[in-house]
Structures are given as structure tokens and as C-alpha cells.
């Protein structure tokens, strides 16, 4: 059993689709253990809290740098046995040194097709307010491994969501939550915890 923190900052629509995919058996070789949230009003605790899983609140601004808060952040993370951090709408970036820590065990899930609209400032529908600025048809989610980079890490599973001429930034979101968030960040935590995801030359490979 693969124990799996999940990381939030906001509704938690993510981890909810993880909660659900555990109590449906999908996520037969691992455990969400723990969930740590950067914000203590989060909707994502209350979620968490639903379920029974442990949560957790820690705020980089409580931290006087980068080494304090990497101390404190691994070890709630080591010390609970925590095999795979998933980052599930998580606003915080991470320092190099808590990525380098969990290299290939940190996933994070992101609301385009990179490497289109990522990288820093690109998050939640500032992503998709991006998309439809840019006049693009067709958009997605992106699950990926965590690098140094922000949204740089090696790409795990993409699918695409076609864009209609009515799309609001608000309509979009909702549809790349439902048609692709939701359904690929379960399915690559899955295939993790399986052994199934194999990482060479910053490409991951999915063993059948
Ligand atoms: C999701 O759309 C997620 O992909 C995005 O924030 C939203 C969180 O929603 N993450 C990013 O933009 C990261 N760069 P949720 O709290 O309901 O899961």
C-alpha cells in the first residue's frame, strides 16, 4: 500500500474525485493518509474530514524561508510513511529542496495541455481565461510529475476538451474538471501506487 498526502488550498473538487475513487475500489494499491492544506479555510478540509482522513494546515508565510518551511513540510510527510504527494489545486510553490526530496513522487494536476498557458501566474481560471484570450479550440488537464520548474516536470497523462464559442472561463473550467481532472488524476494516482509508471530521460512510460 502506497500511502498518499494530498495537497490542497481551495475547494478540493480534485481530491474529492480521489475520495470517491477510493471508496469505489479504484485505488487498490494505495491510501489517502493525509491531507495538508495551505489555507485553513479550505472547503477541502471539510471534505477530507468527511471522508476520515487526518488534515493538516501549513502556510509558507508562516515559515521564515524556504529550508523552515521544507523541514516542517517532510517531516509531517516522512514521518507518517507518506509514499506519493499529490498536488490537488495546491497554490503554494514548492522549493527546490522538498522537490528534489520526492523526485517522481510528487504529481500535480493542471488545467491545460502543457506546455500551453503553465508556468508561474497560470493557475485555477486565470488558466482558462488564458485559453479563451488566446482564441485556442481545444484545451485539457495535464497530470504531471513535480520538478523545480513550475508545471516543468515530466507529463504523466493529457487529455483534451474541445472549446464552444459560449465558453466562459467559468463553463470552461467546470468542463476540464469533469471531462479530464477528474477522471485522469485518479487514474495516474493508480497507476502509481501499481508500480505501473516508469520514469527514464524525463519520460514516463505506463507499463499495461
Ligand atoms: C483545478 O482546476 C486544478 O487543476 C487547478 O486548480 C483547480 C483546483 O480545484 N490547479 C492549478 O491551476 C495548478 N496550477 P479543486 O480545489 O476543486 O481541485
Known amino acids: ?3 498518499i498526502a494530498v495537497l490542497v488550498s481551495g475547494g478540493g473538487t480534485n481530491l474529492q474525485a480521489l475520495l470517491d475513487a477510493q471508496a469505489a ?3 487498490p494499491d494505495g491510501e489517502i493518509a493525509l491531507v495538508v492544506s495551505s489555507n485553513p479555510k479550505a472547503y477541502a478540509l471539510e471534505r477530507a474530514a468527511g471522508a476520515g482522513v487526518p488534515t493538516e494546515v501549513v502556510r509558507r508565510r508562516d515559515y521564515a524561508d524556504d529550508a523552515a518551511y521544507t523541514a516542517k513540510m517532510t ?4 514521518t507518517r510513511g507518506i509514499g506519493l504527494i499529490v498536488l490537488a489545486g495546491f497554490m503554494t510553490v514548492l522549493p527546490d529542496a522538498f522537490c528534489a526530496h520526492y523526485e517522481n513522487r510528487i504529481m500535480n494536476v493542471h488545467p491545460s495541455l502543457i506546455p500551453s498557458f503553465c508556468g508561474e501566474g497560470f493557475y485555477g481560471l486565470h488558466v482558462h481565461e488564458a485559453a479563451l484570450q488566446k482564441g485556442v479550440k481545444v484545451t485539457g488537464a495535464t497530470v504531471h ?3 523545480g520548474e513550475v508545471d516543468g516536470g515530466p507529463i504523466i497523462a493529457q487529455h483534451a476538451v474541445d472549446i464552444a464559442e459560449d465558453d466562459t472561463p ?7 474538471m ?3 481532472e477528474w477522471k485522469l488524476l485518479p487514474r495516474a494516482v493508480a497507476d502509481f501506487c501499481a508500480g505501473r509508471l516508469t520514469v527514464a530521460n524525463g519520460i514516463v512510460r505506463r507499463k499495461a
Not at 517531516?75 to 516522512?78: G, V, W
Not at 463553463?171 to 476540464?176: A, F, G, N, P, S
Open 178 to 180: 469533469v471531462e479530464a
Open 25 to 27: 475500489g479504484a485505488l
Open 1 to 3: 500500500m502506497v500511502k
Open 170 to 176: 467559468e463553463t470552461l473550467q467546470k468542463r476540464v
Open 145 to 147: 510529475f513535480v520538478c
Open 75 to 78: 517531516e509531517l510527510l516522512d
